[in-house]
């Protein structure tokens, strides 16, 4: 009997979509009682991290943090909303884009503090780079967003390093 090969599968943007919450606590702030910066990053890196290991159901490891603005300070006891979205597919790679939004609940306001584009790989078992189901975006913005990262990939593959 012929062997067939595995068909190639696909996924939405929406299907590896991770939000997650978190009180702001003192432990996690600076002398001026702001969220300190290496924590937001941590935070940006599980929900990219989770979102990746959501689309190609692998290990991934971070391998670029492409960008990172911060825009707004985030004070002790705000509430900070992270969400993970995958706006680009590679063979193996996998580019995720990560907002962050803080909450003051006692007058009602929120504000985007943060966005932020990471880069992880799915891993086998022994740790190597592996295949990822391909991205199928689905709005004009997801697939705006597919091709210029696409563009971004093919330009870095040309000036390694960069
Ligand atoms: C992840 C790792 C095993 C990949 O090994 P590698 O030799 O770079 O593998 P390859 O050259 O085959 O590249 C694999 C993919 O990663 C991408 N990649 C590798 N380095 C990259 C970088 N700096 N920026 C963006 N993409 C990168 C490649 O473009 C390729 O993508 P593609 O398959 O979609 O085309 C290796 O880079 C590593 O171990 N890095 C350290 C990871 C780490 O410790 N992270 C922090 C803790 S999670």
């Not at 990219?48 to 960008?67: K, N």
């Not at 932020?116 to 004009?140: C, K, M």
């Amino acid at each position: 009997m012929k062997e067939e090969k595995n068909p190639i599968e696909y996924r939405t943007p929406d299907e590896s979509v991770v939000i997650k919450t978190e009180l702001i606590l003192p432990a996690m702030a600076n002398l001026r009682n702001n969220l300190q910066g290496g924590q937001m990053m941590h935070f940006m890196d599980i929900a990219g991290a989770l979102t990746c290991r959501r689309h190609s159901g692998c290990e991934v490891a971070t391998v670029r943090v492409d960008s990172i603005e911060f825009q707004y300070p985030v004070k002790v006891g705000e509430i900070v909303t992270i969400t993970s979205k995958l706006v680009w597919v590679g063979r193996t790679s996998m580019k995720v884009k990560i907002r962050a939004v803080s909450e003051d609940h006692k007058i009602r306001t929120c504000k985007l503090t943060n966005v932020a584009y990471f880069t992880y790989v799915a891993l086998d078992e022994e740790g190597h780079p592996v295949e990822v189901p391909r991205l199928l975006p689905q709005t004009e913005e997801e697939k705006a967003d597919f091709e210029r990262e696409q563009r971004e990939y093919e330009k870095r593959r040309q000036a390694p390093g960069v």
